[in-house]
């Protein structure tokens, strides 16, 4: 008398055994009989899960709340190390609240000499996503390559009317936007400045003026004197 298999029962005779051939029968129709779709997935399922080589459920040991559908009905949020980089909501509304964005602000009065071109001492920010602003040296420095939206605005003392007064958007030292009027009355001017730029990593961008005519005040003021640098592609 022969042996049988572990797993499917199959008869395994002894070497010297003859007359065996309902055993062999059997055991095609045992075989035949596991080999169904059925089956092997059944045995397939005993054996998935992590650590298996198998998980079957998963894509390079993703699984499927790890991956952005194509619709949704809630938010769409894709996080990297745990940080979320962006969100998409049910409006369509795209947010990236890790996007480099800074507003830098002059908090208190600065006066300015006739004729020179003086750098805005900012020393404080409204915000500041990326940690770019350099209070010690009053200016931004970008920490990705990238397209900047760049915006100046100061509020510039008069010393007679007809004074001229500038605003000025330098990078790396080099002028890079320039604003200019002539005093219409012997008040305060609040000169404004707007460019794109494409800036690299490690470029830094300084706010200056200039009243060609007269020593005077540059006033502070969180909507009045400020640079914003805010990276839009």
């Not at 040991?61 to 790890?66: G, I, N, V």
Request: with cysteine; glycine share 8%.
């Amino acid at each position: 008398m022969g042996s049988y298999t572990p797993n499917f029962n199959l008869y395994k005779p002894n070497i010297d055994e003859t007359g065996w051939g309902d055993e062999v029968n059997q055991n095609f129709d045992i075989i035949d009989n596991e080999l169904t779709a059925a089956k092997i997935l059944e045995k397939l399922k005993n054996v998935d899960g992590a650590g298996s080589g198998l998980d079957a459920d998963t894509v390079d040991s993703k699984h499927a709340s790890d991956f952005v559908p194509v619709s949704s009905d809630s938010d769409i949020s894709i996080s990297i190390l745990g940080t979320q980089v962006l969100n998409i909501n049910t409006a369509g509304i795209l947010t990236l609240p890790k996007q480099s964005a800074c507003y830098a602000y002059l908090s208190s009065n600065q006066s300015i000499s006739a004729g020179v071109t003086t750098k805005v001492n900012l020393d404080t920010t409204l915000f500041d996503t990326q940690n770019e602003f350099d209070a010690t040296n009053h200016r931004i420095t970008v920490s990705e390559n990238g397209k900047y939206l760049i915006i100046g605005s100061a509020d510039i003392g008069v010393g007679t009317t007809g004074d001229v007064l500038s605003i000025i958007i330098r990078v790396n030292g080099g002028i890079r936007g320039y604003n200019k009027i002539s005093a219409a009355s012997v008040i305060a001017h609040i000169l404004n400045i707007a460019i794109c730029l494409n800036l690299l990593a490690g470029d830094y961008i300084e706010l200056c003026v200039i009243n060609y005519d007269n020593d005077v005040t540059l006033y502070s003021g969180t909507y009045l004197t400020f640079l914003s640098v805010i990276k839009i592609a």
